[in-house]
Every structure is written in C-alpha cells, then in structure tokens.
C-alpha cells in the first residue's frame, strides 16, 4: 500500500532558525514527489516536483531534496510570512496524489 | 486569470439534505479531482476524471456522486447528506495527472 508519512507533525521557529521537514513514503513506482503550500482557509500551492533521487530544487529560502525513502523541505533563514501547512505528496502508477497530512509551521517574529 | 473556481465557499445542510459542489477551471486541463480535507487525516480522493466524459473512484467515494459536465466543469453531488460528510472540500485540475492546481475550498457543515 502507497503510505505518505511527514514529520514532524507541527513545528515552531524562531525568525532566521532554519530547519527541515521530513516526507519518507514507501510506493510502488514512483512518478513524481511534490512539495505544496496550503495557508489557513485556502487552498494547496504548488512548490516542487522531484523525480528521481539526488534531484534539488530551490525557490527563495525554500529547498527540496529526495532520496530513494524519503524527501526533506528545507528552510533557510525563515520569516513570519513562511509560516503555513507544508504537504508532501506522491504520484504512485495511476492517476491521482497521493498526500501525507502535512507539517504545520509557525515561525515567530 | 481564475484557474479553479469552487462555489460555494460555506454550507449548512441538515442531515439527509441534498446538494452540488460546483467546479470550475479555465486552464483547459484534461484531468480534475475532488479532495475532502479532514483534521488530522489530510488530503483523501474522492473521485477524478481524467479526461472528459470519464470519472473513476477514489479513496472515499461513498456517500458521493460525480459529473463531468464538459471539460470545464466537474461537480460533486452529495444525494443525502450527513454529519460525517463534514469537511473542506477542495477541486483541483490538472493538465497532466501530475501537478494540480486547487480552488479554494469548499467548507461543508452537516448538522
């Protein structure tokens, strides 16, 4: 069974404390690990796609890394306005995500 | 550009109620989901069609029916509502199966 695992549950950071979330999952054929971004009463946002292990990618103080078990988001010097769930998702054979229950990430001023 | 558009934002039904969940996207996508979106159990799939005139059962999809109107529209019809169907429901579109784009979410209340 395709499982999505992401740690830690809630995370709370100071302003400038870089960190990282965990995302391991275990799937049978992998097409696709992807990194989105949901603010409170909105939708998920799109961030990464990652496709085989080794593969990075960055957008401003945000960067993703994959291996063959897991993905990590890492965080650089954090603001207030980074503060948001963070869901990973993987795309098994077949045609939809599957989704792990997210990071919930405070960062304090 | 709107991308995807959900109507309504908010519900209330009662139990044994009926209603749609309107959906909406101006990318010209091939593929569109429904999500419901719980505490603590994240994102599940109801349905997907991947392609107009098709649509294909997800993780959750007692309780729920699903129309692919034309390549724009795909709705999410709950025929008798009840307390468990509480929840955030989001629509998504995608040109590929891969990356989705959300609407902003539907907030349903069965009491």
């Known amino acids: 069974e395709d499982q999505v695992t992401q740690s830690p549950e809630a995370l709370r950071l100071q302003e400038g404390e870089s960190s990282s979330l965990n995302c391991s999952y275990t799937?049978?054929?992998?097409?696709?690990l992807f990194w989105y971004r949901q603010d409170p009463g909105k939708g998920p946002e799109f961030l990464f796609t990652?496709?085989?292990a080794g593969e990075e990618k960055e957008k401003e103080r945000l960067k993703a890394t994959l291996t063959k078990k897991e993905s990590f988001l890492h965080i650089t010097a954090p603001k207030p306005e980074d503060s948001a769930t963070y869901l990973c998702a993987v795309h098994p054979s077949g045609y939809a995500l599957n989704f792990g229950k997210g990071t919930s990430l405070l960062v304090t001023p | 550009n709107a991308g995807v558009t959900q109507t309504p934002k908010f519900q209330v039904l009662k139990t044994g109620q009926s209603m749609t969940l309107q959906c909406a996207q101006d990318m010209n996508h091939n593929s569109m989901y429904w999500y419901r979106q719980d505490p603590g159990m994240g994102l599940r799939l109801i349905y997907y069609?991947?392609?107009?005139?098709?649509?294909d059962k997800g993780e959750v999809p007692n309780g729920y029916n699903v129309s692919r109107l034309n390549k724009r529209e795909f709705s999410l019809r709950l025929e008798s509502a009840a307390p468990s169907q509480t929840s955030v429901y989001f629509c998504?579109?995608?040109?590929?199966?891969?990356?989705?784009?959300f609407g902003s979410g539907t907030q349903l209340s069965v009491l």
């Open positions: 799937v049978s054929g992998l097409r696709g």
């Open positions: 998504a579109s995608s040109a590929s199966n891969e990356k989705l784009f």
């Open positions: 069609s991947a392609s107009e005139g098709t649509t």
């Open positions: 990652l496709y085989s």
